[in-house]
């Protein structure tokens, strides 16, 4: 579970975890269990890049290490590079470290995240400490927004799959360079306002059942995200975040070479309620749909209700959406290291749906947009997903988008 003896870039070479029985001397009834392990690859440092309908050409770089260890230092500054490739520094502890620079024509982010995995060492429902920094400047149609993100977790592993957390979050937002021909009123203001801080209380749960994490076929994940943001903590904002998303995997039979088609059912539900002194949720941190990963079929961002005067999206305080898919796959290769064979190309039909809702816990199943469609992609050797969208049902003023693609994992 780890993953620190696994090397997926050297299935080859590298031996997974095995274990034996070896025979205790003198007690022909009982065996000993001998587990032998060998760590694997645990640094990776990657540059890579992409391109997609909702966030533009981006690059990407990134150095993740796996058993990490803040306290161990390198000798010298001379020797930390040659320390730290040799696994002599910074390793052992089992702590994770993400360092992640992406910029782009449209998104540009950078982050540092932190993990310890049992801060407490109970080893066996192990609490975690996790520190998130994010800085992010984006391009949208209407204005520019640049965020900064600091969160900080305790967390707990109560199962194999069941996670719970408690923490504290902290952004700020500036809205700049609104279009001259006119924005929102809620963005107008927020813009005049300058920089917009957001605190607040995060508890979020996860529980999950799948096969693969990263790819998966048969199993379901569901999520929740709860955060309070309080003026008493130093926001300029009182009200309450609710999130909750579940997606269901199940593989529809098998084909010769051994790949499954697969059924994926998604629905996400999210409200926002404002309490005090505050009416309405900023307008950077709305429910906004559509685009190529929600609502395909529709412009990012291009599902109303919108503003009469400027065509801009209003956003919601209450956002449902969903999809059904049917993935099936078209072409396989053999696993390098193995004899199994993996999905290389594959092709999927999908319905999708959702809607927003200017008020908070409320929404108008009469304002329901759905879409119909077909992708196909490749999984291997680079992710390559094209889509194609039809609006079912749509309204006035909803701007749509047939086609939509992602080069890349943003």
């Not at 001379?78 to 449209?106: M, N, R």
Request: aromatic share 14%; net charge negative; glycine share 10%.
């Amino acid at each position: 579970a780890t993953r620190f003896f696994t090397d997926e870039m050297n299935r080859a070479a590298h031996r997974d975890p095995y274990y034996r029985l070896v025979p205790v001397a003198g007690e022909p009834d009982k065996v000993d269990i001998e587990f032998i392990v060998e760590e694997g690859r645990v640094i990776d440092f990657n540059i890579s890049g992409g391109v997609d309908t909702d966030n533009g050409a981006f690059a990407i770089m990134s150095l993740t290490m796996r058993n990490f260890d803040a306290t161990d230092l390198p000798r010298g500054f001379g020797a930390a590079f040659g320390e730290i490739y040799g696994k002599e520094a910074f390793h052992g502890a089992g702590q994770q470290l993400d360092f992640v620079a992406s910029p782009g024509t449209q998104v540009s982010n950078m982050r540092i995240h932190f993990v310890e995995p049992d801060i407490f060492g109970t080893h066996l429902q192990p609490t975690s400490f996790d520190i998130d920094l994010n800085k992010r400047l984006r391009r949208y149609a209407s204005h520019e927004e640049d965020r900064a993100d600091l969160r900080t977790r305790l967390g707990r592993r109560w199962d194999y799959d069941i996670f719970t957390w408690i923490g504290f979050v902290l952004t700020e937002i500036e809205l700049s360079n609104p279009d001259s021909d006119g924005v929102p009123p809620a963005l107008s203001y927020q813009e005049s306002q300058g920089k917009t801080r957001l605190a607040g209380v995060l508890f979020d749960a996860s529980t999950r059942s799948l096969d693969n994490y990263l790819v998966p076929h048969k199993g379901w994940w569901l999520r929740s995200n709860n955060v309070v943001y309080s003026r008493d903590l130093g926001s300029d904002y009182d009200y309450m975040q609710n999130d909750l998303r579940t997606d269901f995997y199940a593989p529809i039979g098998e084909k010769e070479d051994g790949t499954k088609p697969v059924l994926h059912v998604q629905l996400d539900l999210g409200a926002q309620s404002t309490y005090g002194d505050t009416f309405a949720v900023p307008y950077s941190d709305r429910y906004f749909l559509g685009g190529s990963k929600s609502l395909r079929g529709f412009d990012y961002r291009g599902v109303g209700p919108f503003d009469l005067l400027t065509d801009y999206p209003l956003g919601g305080q209450t956002s449902l959406s969903g999809t059904v898919e049917y993935f099936y796959p078209l072409h396989s290769i053999q696993q390098p290291g193995s004899y199994q064979r993996i999905e290389a190309m594959r092709a999927s039909v999908f319905v999708d749906f959702g809607a927003t809702d200017a008020e908070s816990w409320q929404l108008d199943l009469g304002e329901l947009r759905s879409s119909v469609g077909f992708s196909i992609g490749l999984s291997y050797p680079l992710p390559l997903t094209l889509n194609f969208g039809f609006p079912m049902t749509s309204f006035e003023g909803d701007n749509r988008q047939t086609f939509s693609f992602s080069l890349g994992t943003p």
